[in-house]
């Protein structure tokens, strides 16, 4: 075990990514990072986590923060819930830890939106303290290592996963230690195409001596996804769209939105356009151009979203708002301004780039 924490704390000393939050490892920008990363990429974390800590650059300016806005600067990552989450633990620490994160694990598991491995990943990579972190790169590593021939979220295979860690974790050199582990996966230790001839510890690994590395992990169930046909419309009044935002909660909580839903079985997508208007506003709606199909997922769910402009049948009616807790009339510069979810994003992207709001009839300005 020695010669293999010497060969891996080596390798990450010379191959360590230069990452923001390495730079000083400030504790909240340590928490920040690692709540971006639960369902990001790397590449596209390190952009947002700048911009973050550029608007919020303590925990004491997120606490004070709106959620709309902390939302806005959300969007894109998607699981909406994280932004609500790190919001939530900001004001959380502010208010019952004087502004400052507790070192911890099982203190830090009682916030919002840290578990286990999040605890894990603070306290050792923020405060030095000697515990794990294991996330899906570890244990692709792990099950190489040690040619784990179960899959990795099989409740033993898990149980050893964690156990093997907590016993290789060198003392007083957790931080360096979880981070290359974790580096490793992300850049060597790949899932289609590892690169052991590169790999520190190839000669000790298990899987590449008995050439199983494409074999290992053992692959869970396939997931089985679920087509979805949704319709959506812009319904617009002197230049303005109307919008509604969601309810603080279920799917997509807190972001604004154009009226809609799913396309039930043997409607047309025009069809329930009109329909989940009228149930959702009580207006009364036509249609007058079809705008787009944005394709998108979340989930298990793969959605074809049809969008449609419309006109008003009532007479400039207020709406109502059976669906939402909030609604207005915005130009199409203000949407900018707002946090959507990402199928009604990359539409008002679209009606922007290519400069089609004339496309809704009553130019949006």
Partial sequence: MASLREALLCWFAENARPLPWRESYDPYQVWLSEIMLQQTQMERAVGYFQRFVARFPDMASLAAASEEEVLKLWEGLGYYSRAKNLLACARRVVAAHGGALPHDPKT?????????????????????????????????????????????????????????????????????WNQALMELGALVCLPKRPRCSECPLSGQCEAYRLDLVFERPVPAKAVDY????????????????????????????????????????????????????????????????????????????????????????????????????????????????????????????????????????????
């Fill in 108 to 176: 830090l598991q009682a916030l919002p939106g840290i578990g286990p491995y999040t605890a894990g990943a603070v306290a050792s990579i923020a405060f030095a303290r000697d515990v794990t972190a294991v996330d899906a790169n570890v244990e692709r590593v792990f099950a190489r290592l040690f040619d784990l021939d179960m899959p990795v979220r099989e409740a033993r295979t898990r149980a050893f996963i964690l156990e093997t860690a907590a016993a290789l974790v060198p003392r007083g050199k957790a931080r360096e």
């Fill in 226 to 365: 679920i087509p979805m046909d949704v319709a959506s419309g812009l319904l617009v009044r002197e230049g303005r769209v109307f919008i509604q935002k969601r309810p603080e909660t279920g799917v997509w909580a807190g972001l604004w939105e154009f009226p809609g839903g799913t396309v039930e079985s043997g409607e047309t997508p025009e069809q329930a356009v009109v329909r989940e208007f009228r149930e959702e506003t009580d207006l009364d709606v036509a249609i007058t151009a079809k705008l787009a199909v944005v394709r998108h997922g979340y989930t298990r769910y793969r959605v074809a979203l049809h969008c449609f402009a419309l006109r008003d049948l009532n007479d400039a009616a207020e709406p109502a708002l059976h669906a939402a807790q909030e609604g207005r009339f915005a130009t199409l510069a203000e949407l900018s301004g707002l946090a959507f979810p990402a199928g009604h994003r990359k539409l008002i992207d679209q009606l922007v780039g290519q400069n089609r709001g004339g496309l809704l009839l009553d130019p949006m300005r």
